[in-house]
């Protein structure tokens, strides 16, 4: 079993930052990615940034400059750094991780709202 919990979301203002972590548990070997992904309401769940093994990157075109992702391997969690956060940056953001396996993993969620 492998779980994925998520924290740090919550309501900031437009300009505020805020920091996500997800947590990975369980039987795990090896981390081979892992990703922030967003959903708001009536959309589908979108790719914010991710991060590999070898700490290569990769961010949506909307959250490059102001997000950054980074990881602790001895923890074996990965973190979102979100500043300058904007209200469309609104929405669930879940964790994932990528094992090796024909299975995907995802977190439970956590909300993040961006509004005066």
């Known amino acids: 079993q492998v779980q994925l919990v998520e924290s740090g979301g919550g309501l900031v203002q437009p300009g505020g930052s805020l920091r996500l972590s997800c947590a990975a548990s369980?039987?795990?070997?090896?981390?081979?990615?892992m990703g922030w992904y967003r959903q708001a309401p009536g959309n589908q769940r979108d790719l914010v940034a991710a991060i590999t093994i070898d700490n290569t990157t990769k961010y949506a075109d909307s959250v490059k400059g102001r997000f950054t992702i980074f990881k602790d391997d001895a923890q074996n969690t990965m973190y979102l750094q979100m500043n300058s956060l904007k209200p469309e940056d609104t929405a669930v953001y879940y964790c994932?991780?990528?094992?090796?396996?024909?299975?995907?993993?995802w977190g439970q969620g956590t909300q993040v709202t961006v509004s005066s």
């Open positions: 994932n991780v990528d094992l090796g396996r024909p299975v995907e993993y």
């Open positions: 369980g039987t795990i070997f090896r981390i081979y990615a």
